[in-house]
């Protein structure tokens, strides 16, 4: 046996006496928890590793958990039976982040560390940052602050063979992936490592054929409208009931992992009002001010038109421009609205006034 190709595939492996063919298997490792755990240790030399972890009280209620994008140093701290409350976007494009300081003569970019980045996530979350990457890295000019987080970052897979409330991942076609460097599978006290990446390749351990599992059927399901035009809907009686229900909190832009909004901020220091730093802050176009403009003029005032803009953009015009919808069916927006608006269903009726549009 002899490796014959590990970049973007499984570690392939050519075995000559399989049934006299040469085929090439896919293979992967199989090994305890301590083992794994040593290799995230030497990993560590060179990677910050990120995954979902379980953080005990943290909740929007009382005595409940929140499950955030966290540094580990175990496999035993990764949350693979529960879906992350937010997404591995705030490890690429941070909530908060200062693009440069500044003084009354000069400005500096904050250093970036050297290491690379090692991300635990789920085939919608890798589709979500193909996404952002659309938007700041392909949308007429590169982002060089977000390309300097992203040019670093490794995926490291986490199935999901049943999906979880709320998600419509199987109906926005990211429910698999295969961009991904390696997936890990937790059994028990021991976790299987699928390589596709030679960084992470690893020796004498025992070597297994098996895949990454994927969901193939979730308990809600949306269809998109083939062509969805702003003139069709923008009336929709629809869109005047989420002014009614919809608080305009935002977080639903928030936890969303490709809502990719933020504004500027200008911050100076009380002992050197001459120095400070820019930031960049996430923002949300479901909030009150977001399209305020200079003179006091506004769009979108209405709760309904904000939800019709964000909807539209989500599924209709960002798909027109990229081929694909944005939105990538997590199900995070309907699990944290605290007026339950379920976006699944806002699609699915959408679909529904242009079928009768259309009649």
Not at 110 to 119: G, N, R, T, Y
Not at 313 to 340: A, L, N, Q, S, T
Request: net charge neutral; hydrophobic share 35%.
């Amino acid at each position: 046996m002899k490796i014959t190709d590990c970049l973007f595939g499984y570690v392939y492996y050519k075995d000559k006496g399989l049934k006299g063919r040469g085929e090439d298997r896919k293979m992967a490792y199989f090994m305890t928890q301590e083992r794994f755990n040593q290799y995230l240790r030497d990993w560590r030399q060179d990677y910050k590793i990120y995954a979902p972890v379980v953080l005990a009280g943290k909740g929007s209620f009382t005595n409940t958990d929140s499950v955030r994008y966290k540094e580990i140093t175990g496999v035993e701290e990764i949350a693979f039976a529960r879906k992350a409350d937010y997404s591995a976007k705030e490890v690429v494009l941070p909530i908060t982040q200062t693009l440069f300081y500044f003084t009354e003569d000069n400005w500096t970019e904050p250093q970036v560390s050297d290491k690379k980045i090692l991300l635990f996530v789920r085939s919608c979350d890798i589709h979500a940052i193909r996404r952002l990457d659309d938007i700041y890295l392909r949308n007429g000019c590169e982002d060089p602050y977000y390309k300097v987080f992203r040019d670093k970052v490794r995926f490291a897979l986490l199935e999901c063979p049943t999906g979880f409330a709320n998600c419509f991942c199987v109906s926005m076609a990211t429910n698999t992936t295969g961009e991904y460097d390696l997936f890990v599978r937790l059994d028990g006290q021991h976790v299987t490592v699928g390589i596709r990446n030679p960084e992470f390749l690893m020796a004498k351990e025992q070597e297994i054929e098996t895949e990454p599992q994927f969901v193939q059927e979730n308990n809600v399901q949306v269809a998109i409208p083939a062509e969805l035009r702003l003139a069709e809907v923008a009336a929709a009686p629809l869109w005047q009931e989420y002014s009614a229900r919809c608080l305009g909190c935002g977080r639903c832009s928030f936890v969303c992992p490709t809502c990719s909004c933020f504004s500027m901020q200008d911050i100076f220091y009380k002992d050197n009002d001459k120095a400070g730093e820019r930031r960049r802050v996430w923002a949300s176009c479901m909030v009150d001010g977001y399209t305020d403009m200079a003179g006091g003029h506004g769009f979108r005032q209405g709760k309904g038109d904000r939800m019709r803009f964000r909807v539209m953009h989500k599924v209709g015009d960002y798909k027109r421009r990229f081929g694909y919808p944005m939105c990538v069916g997590c199900g995070r927006c309907d699990d944290i609205c605290p007026e339950y608006i379920s976006f699944a269903n806002c699609i699915n009726r959408l679909a529904g006034q242009v079928k009768e549009e259309k009649a």
